[in-house]
Every structure is written in structure tokens, then in C-alpha cells.
């Protein structure tokens, strides 16, 4: 998906003036990697009733929630992807 501004410059030309790439599934949700991609595909294919939670403007070295899984009585499961290259750093929620 791509989102952009444009404008017409003087001579009439349209062109970009921001541009941004946002990868999405074949059912338009977002995903941020690999792992994120098999997790929503699995979930969709299950037909697991979910909220895709998006990372906005969070660095990648910032844990946040992939998606959160809507249950049948009524709560919701938050699940987090941690990259093989995770470190205690990442892992703020985790108990020791």
C-alpha cells in the first residue's frame, strides 16, 4: 500500500512530495516483518478474530503488541513476536 501529498508544480506536472511503503496481506492488514506476515496469515486462516496493533512511530528496538486476539468471552490476549536477536533490554514485560 502507498500513501502520499503530491502537488502540480507551475508547468502542470504532478509529482510526490512525500511518499511512504506500507507492506499489507492479501486482506490489506499491515504486517511488519516475516514472523509478523506467518502469525496473521495463521490466525486468518483459522478465522481468529483479531486487532492488528500498529508500531506508528516506535523504533523496532521497542517491544510492542502484534496483534490482540479477541476471545469468545469477551477478553482479549495481547501477542508480542520477539526477534532471535532479542535482549533483556527488549523484554521489559517478561518475569524473570
Excluded: H
Excluded at 486482506?27 to 514472523?35: G, T
Excluded at 506467518?38 to 502484534?66: D, E, G, H, M, W
Amino acid at each position: 500500500m502507498v500513501i502520499g501529498t503530491f502537488g502540480i508544480n507551475e508547468s502542470g506536472i504532478p509529482s510526490f512530495e512525500e511518499i511512504a511503503l506500507m507492506m499489507v496481506t492479501e486482506n490489506w492488514i499491515p504486517y511488519d516483518n516475516a514472523d509478523d506476515l506467518r502469525l496473521i496469515t495463521t490466525l486468518t486462516q483459522a478465522n481468529q478474530r483479531f486487532i492488528k496493533c500498529l508500531r506508528y512511530n516506535l523504533p523496532s528496538t521497542v517491544p510492542t503488541t502484534s496483534v490482540l486476539l479477541a476471545n469468545k468471552d469477551k477478553t482479549a490476549t495481547a501477542m508480542y513476536i520477539c526477534p532471535a536477536s532479542t535482549t533483556e533490554t527488549y523484554l521489559p514485560f517478561q518475569k524473570t
